[in-house]
């Protein structure tokens, strides 16, 4: 028996306009409403891209919803000459709970090193926020089947000289490539497989109450048809969801998994 609360995280990626986020979020609260959604039992995240986290604060604190946002990437330096960076002073003062680092997208459209994401992973966490740092494996990876190794690799080199109490406080995603927005989703066992072993290298590395404090979120075409089984897995501790979090319904639905 775990004590740890299941997240629901929608990465819109690129997706919606600020009034577009304004729509959606209002008709994900509604939908959390109706359904009598209790977030103590599964907390429900959004990550909107930069540009609407503005309009989902607003939303959020004006209705005083449960829902929590997100952001979809941050940067390394504090403040200066970085052109088109976002620092987590901006975010901190916007209300974000949650970043993602190490998405596959950033891997590898903007060659994103296992050392820049676990930079990224520190300054958001000393920021106050939580870092849901991103690894997974592509289809030659899984196909060679060195998937494990692969990604607890990526893990470590990350996370490389961090204590226990701070990797305690992070998320990490398992999120296949070749599950990404294909369709093809990992089966229950496989999203098992990497996320057990996940939280035995955490276990190896830093002890018990390390290896059980952090969230390991399975991502890859999540969706209302396959959440119950992979939320009974007891090492997936939650999703982190692309397409199915763009709408509300859908989104909705997957938090009240339970
Ligand atoms: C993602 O990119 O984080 C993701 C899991 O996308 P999708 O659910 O669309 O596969």
Known sequence: MTNRIPLMAGNWKMNLDHLEANHLVQGLALALG???????????????????????????????LGIKYGAQDVSVHDNGAYTGEI???????LGVSYVVMGHSERREYHGESDALVGAKARKVLDAGMTPILCC????????????????????????????GQDVAKIVIAY??????????????EDAQEVCG???????????????????????GSAKPDNIKELMAQPDVDGALIGGASLKAESFAAMAGFY
């Not at 997974?136 to 692969?150: D, I, P, S």
């Not at 999120?175 to 229950?188: L, N, R, S, V």
């Not at 072993?197 to 991502?219: C, F, K, M, S």
């Open 175 to 188: 999120e296949p490539i070749w599950a990404i927005g294909t369709g093809e989703t990992a089966t229950a």
């Open 87 to 93: 620092s987590t002073a901006m975010l901190t003062k």
């Open 197 to 219: 072993a996940i939280r035995e290298a955490l276990r190896a590395d830093y002890g018990d109450a390390t290896a059980e404090a952090v969230r390991v979120l399975y991502g």
């Open 34 to 64: 109706d359904a009598g959604h209790d977030y103590a039992k599964c907390e429900v995240v959004v990550i909107p891209p930069f540009t609407d986290i503005r309009t989902v604060q607003t939303i959020v604190d004006a209705d005083e």
């Open 136 to 163: 997974g494996e592509a289809l030659e990876v899984r196909k060679a089947g060195t998937h494990v190794e692969f990604v607890l690799a990526q893990v470590r080199a990350a996370l490389e000289g961090w204590s």
